[in-house]
Every structure is written in C-alpha cells, then in structure tokens.
C-alpha cells in the first residue's frame, strides 16, 4: 500500500520551526542541508515521514488564503495518541487552538504557527 512519506513546505524560520515541531510532536531533525535555489532544507519527522521546511535565500511574503488558491496547502494533519496533551504542549509553544470539533471519526483541533500554516491535530482514541 503507498504511503506519503513527507510534504514540504516553506518557512521564514527552518530551526524555529523544527525546534517546535519537536517540542509539540516529539520529533527530530532527520537531515538539514542546502537545497533548491540556494535554499535551505530541515526534514523534521519520524524515521518513516517526516516534515521537509524548505527556506530561500530572501524573506518571502505570506501567501492568500490557501482555500482560494489552486494547490493552495489548506493545512497539515497529525494523529496524536493523547489530544489534550498535545493541545497543552501547542499552547505552550505560543500557538492559539482554534475550532475544536468532535465527529467520526475522532476529535480534532487546528492552530496556525509563525508562518500562518495551519495545523490539524486529530486523535481516533
């Protein structure tokens, strides 16, 4: 069966964002590195999916409301084991949960970090 293996998005801030991806969901920086358009790369994960944060060489602008945009990435959903915990730990990295929604099959909640991406936190527990 396939399986994704990594999404990659682009950040103002690689280590920021790696050093919280590790503090809410426990996860390490596999490789960090330059890449694309003399960018550079931090893939944040487990050792069988992972995050890749990708930052150019210049500051970039945020992007429109992704819901508008063909391709636009909407948000980014991770399977948690104990929801309130990782709603505690979100907080505490200085994020806002926003839309709380218990429905089949689990319960969930959003946040937007730094960047304005928006993550789904979801527990089938």
């Excluded at 280590?15 to 944040?44: N, P, Q």
């Amino acid at each position: 069966m396939p399986r994704l293996e990594h999404v990659n998005i682009t950040v103002s801030d690689p280590e920021a964002t790696a050093a919280w991806l590790g503090e809410v969901f426990g996860w390490h920086v596999r490789w960090k590195g330059g890449s694309i358009h003399d960018g550079t790369s931090w893939h944040v994960g487990s050792e069988d999916d992972y995050v890749a944060l990708y930052s150019p060489p210049k500051q970039t602008e945020p992007a429109a409301e992704s819901y508008y945009v063909h391709g636009g990435l909407n948000h980014i959903g991770v399977v948690v084991d104990d929801l309130d915990a990782a709603e505690t730990r979100v907080e505490a990295a200085g994020f806002v949960p926003h839309n709380h929604a218990d429905y089949e099959p689990g319960r969930r909640f959003y946040f937007r970090d730094a960047d304005a991406v928006e993550w789904e936190v979801v527990s089938y527990r």
